[in-house]
Each structure stands twice: as C-alpha cells, then as structure tokens.
C-alpha cells in the first residue's frame, strides 16, 4: 500500500489551499484517514482524521473552524481543505491511513509529507 499526497505551496495569510492524498495497492478496507503537520523543529501532530464513513471527524483545536477533511471511498482519496492560512499552519503535511491490505490486518500507512508554506 502506498500513500502519495499533493496540492502544498507557498500561499499568503488568509488564503486557501486543498490537500489531496491517494490510497493505491492491494486495499480490502480503509477504517480511517487523516492528515498530520510537522514544523521544524517540533514534533509531528494532529490535523484531521475522519472514518470511512466520513460521520466521523475529529479536528485540532487549531485548525477548527478553518480546516475541513473529507473521504472520497470511490477513489481513496482523503482531502483536506485550508482556509484563512495562517504563518503558524507552515509545517509539512503527512497523510495517514489505518488500512486492510493483503496481510488482512489493519496496518497504519503514512505519506510521503507536502510541504505548506505560509507566509506573513
């Protein structure tokens, strides 16, 4: 199973960008996805995860009301929409997802990380 995230860049206080992140290999069932961010320096942190049944979401106090995620079953795709960017939302952006691939485990998978930039 491999993880490949796209859509982070250099955006301006205030502006917006998507994240998109797409499940690919041998995927009997995802249970969850999410996104993580980790500035320089610090550790890697919650952003977002949501269940495949996209009723479950939870949010970072940080991020909430600004940032929303969303699932997309038909393409295993988890998106995370940011708005009102911040400088302090600047971090690289690590997707995750908890899925049953061809072992007919749930293993935990991770992205290869989208850098976002926001600049004051």
């Known amino acids: 199973v491999q993880l490949q995230a796209f859509g982070g860049g250099l955006v301006q206080t205030g502006g917006s960008l998507r994240l998109s992140c797409a499940a690919s290999?041998?995927?009997?069932?995802?249970?969850?996805m999410g996104w993580y961010r980790q500035a320089p320096g610090k550790q890697r942190d919650l952003v977002a995860t949501?269940?495949?049944?996209?009723?479950?979401?939870n949010y970072a106090d940080s991020v909430k009301g600004r940032f929303t995620i969303s699932i997309e079953n038909a393409k295993n795709t988890v998106y995370l929409q940011m708005d009102s960017l911040k400088p302090e939302d600047t971090a690289v952006y690590y997707c995750?997802?908890?899925?049953?691939?061809?072992?007919?485990?749930?293993?935990?998978?991770w992205g290869q990380g989208t850098q976002v930039t926001v600049s004051s």
């Open positions: 995750n997802a908890l899925i049953r691939g061809a072992t007919h485990t749930f293993s935990n998978y």
């Open positions: 290999g041998i995927i009997f069932s995802i249970a969850a």
């Open positions: 949501i269940t495949s049944s996209g009723g479950g979401t």
